[in-house]
């Protein structure tokens, strides 16, 4: 595969730890940033939108807002792909215990959540974006799908694009199972590069383990409970200017990741 190379124009981040780009800049060198409150702030939803979405559309719009708004540019012109691991697990929990008991009493408003597109739903609604949307998963390699699709997009149609990656706390049986146990979420705006800003040259390479400089213990913690804090590496990288890394797109491949501006 010939490298693809875009703009890195905004980053955003949301966990209970992080509470942006810049928290996560400063836990990189060993300090203690203030943790955000409890749910994000999502300030592109409405306030009754804001107040009927799970946990997981609030996290990617948050996410999402973030590197819109570092980047400058008008979130209504911006394509995107939202990927996820496992969407909404606490709705899914939901949706399998009541169709096994009750299923007439299933809920309208929860099936309306449970589907894998509905954060890419609240954010083009919200934004009045008419630009291509897509959700897409690759399991525990959710991140590094995402970003291939969004910087082929980028590259393809010669426009800027939104990648946002987020996953949620499991719940009940299938939680247990899964193993996520807390909210993390992140985005990145890109477009097809120029010669100026942050870029990266992007190629796929044989095998799905990360590869990177040492980055902090709890990340590592972080890494192996949310899918999507597969991110790190490349947030990280972005954060010190360091060369390259890796990150997984399947079980067999992996995004070997080059920044162009380091030294």
């Known amino acids: 595969m010939s490298a693809l190379c875009v703009r890195v124009e905004g980053i955003g981040l949301w966990s209970p730890q992080l509470a942006n780009f810049d928290a996560l800049r400063r836990a990189l060198v060993g300090e203690a940033p203030e943790?955000?409150?409890?749910?994000?702030?999502?300030?592109?939803?409405?306030?009754?939108?804001?107040?009927?979405?799970?946990?997981?559309?609030?996290?990617?719009?948050?996410?999402?807002?973030?590197?819109?708004?570092?980047?400058?540019?008008?979130?209504?012109?911006?394509?995107?792909?939202?990927?996820s691991a496992y969407g909404d697990q606490a709705t899914t929990d939901y949706m399998c215990r009541v169709l096994a008991g009750t299923p007439t009493?299933?809920?309208?408003?929860?099936?309306?959540?449970?589907?894998?597109?509905?954060?890419?739903?609240?954010w083009t609604i919200a934004t009045g974006c008419r630009a291509p949307s897509s959700a897409t998963c690759a399991g525990s390699a959710s991140f590094g799908a995402g970003l291939l699709e969004a910087v082929a997009l980028a590259c393809a149609d010669d426009r800027p694009i939104v990648l946002v990656c987020s996953d949620t706390a499991g719940a009940g049986p299938l939680g247990e199972l899964i193993g996520c146990t807390f909210a993390f979420g992140c985005a990145l705006v890109l477009a097809p590069a120029t010669d100026a800003g942050v870029t990266l040259s992007l190629s796929t390479t044989k095998g799905s383990e990360p590869i990177h400089p040492p980055l902090p213990e709890h990340f590592a913690t972080w890494m192996r409970n949310n899918p999507s804090a597969g991110c790190l590496p490349l947030l990280a990288m972005l954060a010190r200017g360091e060369a390259e890394c890796v990150v997984a797109v399947s079980e067999h491949l992996g995004l070997h990741v080059q920044n162009e501006m380091a030294a």
């Open 35 to 83: 943790p955000p409150g409890a749910r994000p702030t999502a300030s592109a939803l409405s306030p009754n939108e804001r107040r009927r979405a799970p946990e997981s559309v609030l996290v990617a719009i948050e996410a999402a807002t973030q590197a819109v708004a570092l980047s400058g540019r008008a979130a209504e012109d911006l394509a995107c792909v939202f990927a």
């Open 105 to 122: 009493e299933l809920s309208p408003t929860r099936f309306h959540n449970s589907v894998h597109n509905a954060a890419a739903g609240y």
